[in-house]
């Protein structure tokens, strides 16, 4: 097997959640369901959190949020088709919501601030949605706020220079509570995704 083939395989384990390990293993106490497209949390202990500026450098805590719904999705700038696809699914996801869309703020994490700097971030997430809101820590917290979430990232070097990152491909929907209520697999759809947001924000 050569480095390419080798590397599309574990980009694909990364996708399934966290290097091929099941979610409802991953996260203890979850489900698909009732009546779920996504994985309920709600009933588990599993409660991340974050506290990271933004792209203009204003610190941003989860619970600066309460009475909307969260969704949290971690990735890189430079990444050619994990982190396009969801943002683009978050924006379609805000439309299908009509009148509710203002209920739900969407951020994004990067797993690279050596490359990903203030403003490549901003331009990038507002490329999408410009109600999107970048985080970018330092090493360290990025790091921390990762593991708080049971985000997997790594670089990857590449043959022609430079590097990419390998990073769990799950969004991390939380209530207007500020209780994570639902992990959002890649494989979803906008629709599904907007509809599993409906009953969160229905309470």
Excluded at 131 to 140: D, Q, Y
Excluded at 142 to 163: H, W
Aim: with cysteine.
């Amino acid at each position: 097997m050569n480095d390419g083939s080798r590397h599309v395989k574990r980009r694909r384990a990364v996708m399934r959640g966290l290097i091929g390990i099941p979610v409802t293993l991953l996260f203890g106490g979850c489900s698909r369901g009732p009546g779920y497209h996504a994985i309920d949390v709600s009933r588990g202990d599993f409660q991340p959190t974050f506290d990271l500026p933004d792209a203009e450098g204003r610190p941003r805590r989860l619970a600066d949020f309460r009475g909307k719904a969260v969704l949290v999705f971690f990735g890189f700038t430079r990444c050619p088709n994990i982190c396009p696809t969801a943002l683009a699914r978050a924006a379609k996801v805000r439309q299908l919501l009509g009148k509710d869309a203002d209920r739900l703020q969407v951020i994004f994490v990067s797993v690279d601030p050596g490359q990903d700097t203030a403003a490549i971030l901003h331009e990038y997430v507002a490329s999408f949605d410009r109600s999107f809101i970048a985080l970018r820590g330092s090493e360290e917290e990025t790091s921390a706020t990762a593991k708080a979430f049971k985000v997997f990232y790594q670089r990857v070097p590449l043959e022609t220079g430079g590097y990419t990152m390998d990073h769990t491909a799950l969004s991390y929907a939380f209530d207007p509570n500020g209780r994570l209520h639902l992990v959002v697999g890649p494989d979803l759809t906008a629709a599904q995704v907007a509809e599993d947001l409906r009953r969160v924000l229905a309470g």
